[in-house]
């Protein structure tokens, strides 16, 4: 760190500005540069122009600093390393939502890539930066960083909801496969709690937790953290337990009691999180997002269908109460997967991905009303869907309100690919790279995404054009497991590989563990797939129904490494320490 300047007032002008650039500008504003061909000393030339002494070294000390503190601070300095070098910075980027991104050993992300994906006024912001770290300026650089009084990352969502798919959730799914293909039956309420357990207790669960942490953040909101998202966590965790002891004992009372009682816990939960996200949307900036910016009407759309979905398990728990039967009716289980799937799910995603996932692959903006053509096509799929459940309606309405959701859920999905160009846009050069390859997951989960919508529109025009029984339960049960597992689930561990780190300040722990988590996960989708041909061949049935062993020791992987990394077991190795950050770009506008 250089000394600061002492501008001593006995140097002639001209010396001044050689040794000091920013010295020009200055006494160019005082009429002082050319002053006797700048030959005077500084002191002289103020007496002769009658100009206190004390206000231009003033001048000339500030706008040294201001010069110093960009050179300082450019804005390909990670966010790391400006609280580790400026502690002065610290109450600044906890002001603009940033006091707990990049860690001391997180990720070299710069302050300007954070500055986008927070759409934040990047020069205001730079220059509020600048300004603290200039207090700095002269000291001896801090060996730590003084903590952040911003609320720390709380695993505990994400723990939870990884605990639950690997005992209750994608486990037991594994153990009913395998039953299944050995030829021994498993009970419909057994498959249903597991699909319960997947939705509720896996991927929304997970959703709510980077929500908690990560929505004021990208809002601008700042780093806050209501104390009801401990409280919706256990509601959750506790409703999904419930429904997976009460179901199976639906013939007596206790079991009717804990389905009862689990319904009422979940709908709490999502309405405690309903309310977050609402009084969030409520408190944004002006200027900051447009009211119809894509993420904020995403968003607000999903939690609507979130509150639509918990509606229709609210009307399951009340059904479990009153029937001595198990196994739940088509007309709650349907339109409960539909609205939490592609409603709440794929509202959040969509909106999640219009912004953070065009910065992560660097792939630039949607083409223009594409996502607007996507929401509506998806306000519209929803309703029609939950439509044909309705018990006044002949069969024919009924199956075509049916197809209609299915099919405008689809394009949906295809016009949202089409305007963001995930799958065959190219990132730019400079984007950040991360450990682990999440940039492949994340592409490779939306191609899961169009793969899920070309299948549903084809069974629907088979189904319609042909004789085919297209629209068959085992061939909608793959479809939906491409969406579940290949795109929501290698979404969830892509975008967790390349922001959990960010969040807990530590690097990746294995690279080589994501990898095969990636290909396990795509293998078990392939071997889903398998359910088509099934039909004519019983074979390729067996051979599928091993997809439940490839998915849980994804599972199993993508756990262990993400603990390791939260735990920072692993220290940077000293090829990745010593690599040099490269320049930051992007394509996405921010607000000035």
């Known amino acids: ?304 269908f979130f509150l639509v979905a918990i509606a229709f398990d609210g009307a399951q728990g009340i059904w479990l109460a009153g029937h001595f039967e198990t196994a739940l009716p088509a007309a709650l289980v349907e339109p409960f997967y539909f609205a939490a799937l592609y409603g709440f799910l794929l509202g959040w995603i969509f909106g999640f991905g219009n912004r953070v996932v065009s910065l992560f692959l660097g792939v630039g903006s949607a083409r223009r009303r594409t996502p607007e053509t996507a929401m509506v096509l998806q306000i519209c799929a929803v309703p029609l869907f939950a439509a044909s459940y309705l018990p006044s309606l002949t069969m024919r309405t009924a199956l075509l309100l049916r197809d209609s959701g299915m099919t405008a859920a689809a394009i949906a999905a295809l016009v949202y690919l089409a305007g963001n160009g995930f799958l065959w846009r190219r990132g730019a050069p400079t984007v950040m790279r991360a450990p682990g390859s999440p940039s492949f997951a994340i592409r490779a989960a939306f191609a899961c995404l169009g793969i899920w919508a070309v299948l549903e529109i084809t069974a629907v025009v088979l189904a319609r054009a042909t004789r085919l029984p297209a629209q068959n339960p085992w061939w909608a049960d793959s479809a939906r497991h491409v969406f579940s597992i290949g795109f929501v689930t290698l979404l969830i561990v892509g975008m967790s590989f390349r922001i959990l780190p960010v969040f807990s300040g530590k690097r990746l722990w294995s690279p080589r563990l994501a990898y095969a988590t990636y290909a396990l996960l795509l293998g078990g989708v392939a071997l889903r797939l398998l359910q088509y041909p099934a039909a004519f061949e019983p074979l390729f049935y067996r051979l599928g129904s091993f997809m439940g ?7 199993l992987l993508f756990v262990f490494n993400l603990v390791r990394t939260m735990r920072g077991a692993r220290m940077p190795s000293r090829k990745e320490s010593s690599r040099t950050p490269v320049a930051f770009a992007s394509a996405l506008p921010v607000r000035n």
Not at 549 to 555: D, R
Request: aromatic share 8%; with cysteine.
């Open 1 to 304: 760190m250089q000394n600061r300047p002492t501008f001593d007032p006995k140097l002639p002008a001209r010396v001044l500005t050689e040794r000091y650039p920013v010295a020009r500008t200055v006494l160019a504003s005082y009429g002082l540069d050319a002053c006797c061909g700048g030959e005077h000393p500084l002191e002289q030339a103020c007496a002769a122009k009658g100009i206190a002494l004390v206000d231009v070294v003033a001048d000339l000390r500030s706008a040294h600093t201001v010069a110093e503190s960009y050179n300082l601070v450019p804005p390909t300095m990670s966010v790391g390393e400006v609280r580790r070098r400026f502690p002065s910075t610290a109450p600044v980027l906890e002001r603009y939502g940033l006091g707990d991104c990049g860690g001391e050993e997180g990720p070299e992300e710069p302050l300007a890539w954070f500055a986008t994906v927070h759409r934040l006024p990047l020069e205001d912001f730079l220059r509020d930066v600048r300004e603290a770290a200039a207090r700095d300026a002269g000291k001896v650089p801090a060996a730590t960083t003084r903590p952040s009084s911003a609320p720390p990352f709380s695993p505990h969502f994400i723990l939870g909801s990884l605990f639950l798919t690997l005992t209750l959730g994608a486990t037991t799914g594994m153990i009913n496969l395998l039953r299944i293909a050995a030829g021994g039956d498993v009970p419909i309420s057994h498959r249903q709690i597991h699909g319960h357990t997947q939705i509720l207790g896996f991927a929304a669960l997970f959703l709510m937790g980077i929500a908690y942490h990560a929505l004021p953040r990208i809002l601008g909101i700042g780093g806050i953290r209501p104390k009801s998202a401990r409280t919706s966590f256990w509601l959750m965790f506790i409703g999904v337990v419930l429904r997976n002891i009460g179901q199976p004992l639906a013939f007596y009372s206790v079991g009717r009691a804990l389905s009862f009682v689990s319904a009422g816990l979940e709908a709490a939960s999502v309405v405690l999180f309903a309310r977050f996200v609402f009084k969030l949307l409520a408190g944004v900036r002006e200027g900051k997002y447009d009211r119809k910016d894509p993420i904020l009407r995403f968003v607000a759309i999903g939690t609507v």
């Open 549 to 555: 062993v490839f998915v849980v020791l994804a599972l």
